[in-house]
């Protein structure tokens, strides 16, 4: 909270504004909430007490208004076992923050506390650069580069049918993606960039080509959706899916949770990733300083945030050997 207005604000104000008549002076403390008055002063003696002068009076005191207004819905997708939600933090009362409401019952706050206005979060990352920095995150080899002529020449001086045309290798887009969010406790604060992660992905890479499921600690313990009861254990997807890790890998986890995962857990995932030969990007909401360097050496590793680039993904730290 903003500190009351004092009478040096109203010196530094006509030190600032230089007002020429007494007319502008009075002007400029009332803007201020002061009441401008000429003081009677006497030599060798005390100056009488004005008569029609009304003391000064302070000004109203400032009141913050905090608003926590934010949904906690996502699209549904359009692919088998995609139904998905994640639960914000439970409102407690017509959206008043506890520490708000506990400050107005002691009377820090003369009027009943409101939400005055919906306070938009920014994403973290720049919307204006989320189409290059996903499709490059979810980039994959295929062959879509220039033609092969030296293998068309080959294939038919050898007197074989050509039932393709031969290209060499070039970037595209994963034709499925299936995202695992990590729904932990240490994960909650970023449940809306989640959900918008989500849209965005569904928007580059088409609503029926994305599957999300949800997990707490890792995969390997189970993942699911808002549909099942309680959530089986993880199918790892057929080859030519790509992965994508919505995860902190336990950085902002408490040590006292109850809900802990070691590196050789994440370790285990990511072997199986390798064995499968499964693509698997990690975007992580914390920075590279804090990454743990166990679990992020066997994962392609993203910095989740305003600073990312697509240029920055494409260098981005890569696997390490197993």
């Not at 005390?46 to 000064?56: F, I, K, M, S, Y």
Request: charged residues 20%; contains cysteine.
């Amino acid at each position: 909270m903003k500190p009351a207005i004092s009478i040096a604000d109203v010196l530094r104000a006509f030190q600032a504004l230089a007002p020429r008549t007494e007319e502008e002076k009075r002007a400029i403390a009332e803007v201020l909430g002061f009441t401008l008055a000429p003081v009677a002063v006497t030599v060798g003696g005390e100056a009488p007490p004005p008569e029609d002068v009304e003391p000064l009076k302070p000004p109203p005191p400032l009141r913050f208004r905090p608003v926590f207004n934010r949904p906690n819905t996502v699209p549904p997708t359009m692919a088998p076992a995609a139904g998905f939600s994640i639960s914000g933090p439970e409102s407690r009362g017509e959206g008043v923050a506890p520490w708000a409401a506990a400050a107005a019952q002691r009377g820090e706050f003369d009027a009943p506390w409101a939400p005055a206005a919906t306070i938009a979060a920014a994403p973290l990352f720049e919307p204006r650069w989320n189409r290059a920095i996903l499709s490059t995150a979810l980039g994959v080899q295929g062959p879509v580069g220039r033609v092969n002529v030296a293998q068309i020449v080959d294939e038919v001086a050898r007197g074989r049918p050509l039932r393709k045309l031969p290209r060499f290798p070039g970037n595209l887009v994963a034709p499925f993606v299936e995202i695992l969010l990590d729904v932990g406790d240490s994960m909650m604060p970023y449940a809306q960039d989640q959900r918008e992660l989500v849209s965005a992905v569904q928007t580059v890479v088409g609503a029926g080509s994305v599957r999300t499921l949800k997990f707490m600690a890792s995969p390997l313990r189970g993942a699911g959706t808002d549909e099942d009861e309680t959530w089986p254990d993880y199918l790892f997807p057929a080859p030519g899916v790509h992965l994508l890790l919505l995860t902190d890998f336990g950085i902002g986890r408490p040590p006292v949770s109850h809900v802990q995962v070691s590196a050789q857990e994440w370790r285990r995932f990511a072997g199986e990733l390798r064995r499968r030969k499964l693509g698997c990007t990690a975007f992580v909401p914390y920075p590279p300083s804090r990454w743990p360097v166990k679990i992020t050496r066997y994962f392609r590793t993203v910095e989740w945030d305003r600073g990312t680039t697509a240029g920055s993904v494409k260098f981005s730290r890569r696997p390490g050997t197993l």
